[in-house]
């Protein structure tokens, strides 16, 4: 079912023109020196190479920063509830990367498991997914290390392969098929030497980013060593921010609060991340992760252990955000090599 | 259908108005509730002990509460209302705004959450609730449905634990339990925490329990309370010669969503609200200390 053409710059950007007509077009723009996703209103706008990835991943599209998840008004001593409106509107995230593609996939599967989120289901029901698969690492890249690739398909609807001068683009769902129906005016089918053209872009950026892999039976090291005395050390210089879950593709995390004057009110969610202190505060004053090595260890253990099956991904995709934006220098990657070498030489068991 | 449609949304909660309540102590109470839409109060077909709710003072935010009466089963012949209770302590925002509110207002409530407590794999067996503090409040439902249906159970000991004869739950009621043939009532409080005339026991949870000498062979022990007596309770149990798998608990993490979404009640890859609340000494042992 997978259709592929080729496209110049040009045709690519005519084609990202006619996608403006009936959808909300998010794409790379830049704003005051930094790339960032924002609906765009033209395609001249959008950074469609970009030199770098954007400072954010796109999952707020998916999952905003805040949100009400319902109303109320108080009234004759009682309450009316008020669903907030579904987003009806179509939404097609450009220009997506493969890891930021996968991220989508991991928030998926927290919030269309089980009970669904109405919200989030509404606005993934309503999204097509343009990806571009990657033309060069970022210094700060390290998707091949975790089990990601560059031109990794996850999550992509449409994707983009960057050849040169020119584009393939790859239909790869039915959702992609809706919004290529006809080739453009002067694609050409792409052929199988431009399809053997993605594994070389694969092996070149992979080529790039200099980190040893994680292993999948390291999962099972970190979850022996939980309480290991190296998280004291590898979480020392953790300043508590918690910007590396808030730039995280895959990082869900979310609080719930009310919002109200006496009148009406909402219910309100936003962002929160297993950093923070309050975060797990019970009300009797309890807190089962008091120290910050605590707080650490479970973000670094939620991405890389506590997986369902050994196959399953890592809840880390490997963008770097993290790596690059923290303002104490962590790197997850360190991290986990360093706590499963100390857990290895030392035993499970070394203490606190 | 699209998809947007067919779901419905988890976070809007059920009207419920507080019918009745009773102070247990000078900061627990123990609320009444019914739906104030019949239709809703039919949907809601009823629970298994050990789950929790998820209950709105609208204004001031949501709050978890284990459901504390016995089970309510649709009965044709039964007309009342399924009726909520919970029991709840005053120590922060939301807890302390729905104190605040009288007989006929309206909260909201959405649930039931989580797994339950295997009352029917209880059946025939011995069984010890460990009840310490407002732990009581988890405990509450699977004994009450293990004491309305006493012949289906071996004996029943109820220990039940306070820091002070005036932090004792559940008082009013217990005589009751203790009229029910093959129900023992043991009340302790702990030591300095005795008023004159108090004719329970004087002691710690753990201690008072290896003090009753209960027979481990066959017997099932429920236990809730915060996580230092559960800790130290454990001891006991393994010192008596209990094994993991004969003791049930709770898990009672802070929790939001109630649905497995919000991510801060996970110990290890166990998500409390929706693998728990309820586990066993033996599943516990195999999670990290992270509770």
Known sequence: MESSWKLTDTQLRKWL???????????????????????????DQAVVKPSGKTRWSPKEFLFPRSEALYRYNFKGGTV????????????????????????????????????????????????????????????ECFCTAV????????????????????????????????????????????????????????????????????????????????????????????????VCAYVCPSCSCFDMNHEANAWCGEQCRSWDACTFPLFTHHASGHNPRETKQERYRQRVLHKFAFREEDEDPFRCVGCGRCVSLCPAGLDIVNTVSAAVEAIREEGADAAR | MPLAEAVPNPYQPSLVRIHDFLDETPDVRTLRLQFVDDNEAGGFAGWEPGQFGQFTVFGAGESVFALANAPWRPNGDRASAPTIECTFRMVGKVTSALRAMSKGQVIGF?????????????????LVFIGGGIGMAALRSAMLDVINRKSEFGDVVILNGARSVGDMVYTD????????????????????????????????????????????????????????????????????????????????????????????CYVGPFSVCRDGPVVTWAELNELPKDY
């Open chain 1, 80 to 139: 009316q509830l008020e669903d907030p409106p579904v987003p009806e509107e179509h939404q097609v995230l450009f220009g997506v990367r493969s890891c930021d593609a996968s991220g989508l996939v991991r928030l998926d599967e927290i919030f269309l498991s089980g009970t669904k989120d109405r919200l989030y289901a509404a606005r993934r029901e309503n999204t097509t997914v343009v990806s571009a698969a990657c033309a060069a690492a970022d210094v």
């Open chain 1, 17 to 43: 023109s006619g996608l403006l007509d009936g959808n909300s077009v998010v794409a790379p723009v830049e704003e005051d020196g930094v790339l960032l996703f924002r609906p765009i209103a033209s395609e």
């Open chain 2, 173 to 264: 009621e217990m005589p009751g339990w203790q009229e029910v043939d093959g129900v023992e009532v043991v009340r302790t409080v702990d030591p300095g925490g005795e008023t004159e005339g108090w004719d329970g026991e004087v002691g710690l949870l753990p201690n008072v329990f290896e003090g009753l000498g209960l027979d481990p062979d066959g017997r099932i022990v429920i236990a809730c309370g915060p996580p230092i007596m559960l800790h130290y309770l454990f001891l006991s149990l393994g010192k008596v010669g209990y094994s993991p798998d004969q003791v049930v608990t709770t898990l009672e993490n802070k929790m939001k969503c109630g649905i497995g979404h919000c991510g801060r």
């Open chain 1, 147 to 242: 089990g990601y690739s560059p031109v990794g398909e996850e999550g992509s609807d449409v994707q983009l392969v960057p050849l040169g001068e020119d584009w393939m683009l790859r239909v790869l769902t039915d959702k992609g098929r809706d919004l290529v129906s006809d080739a453009g005016d002067g694609w050409t089918a792409a052929t199988a030497k431009d399809g053997k053209r993605i594994a070389e872009l694969e092996k070149s950026v992979a080529g790039q980013i200099e980190r040893s892999p994680v292993n999948r039976e390291w999962s099972q090291v970190l979850e022996e060593g939980f309480e290991h005395g190296a998280w004291d050390r590898l979480a020392q210089h953790c300043l508590g921010c918690s």
């Open chain 2, 110 to 126: 959405r649930g039931p959450y989580g797994n339950h407590f295997p009352v029917d794999d209880w059946k025939g067996k011995d």
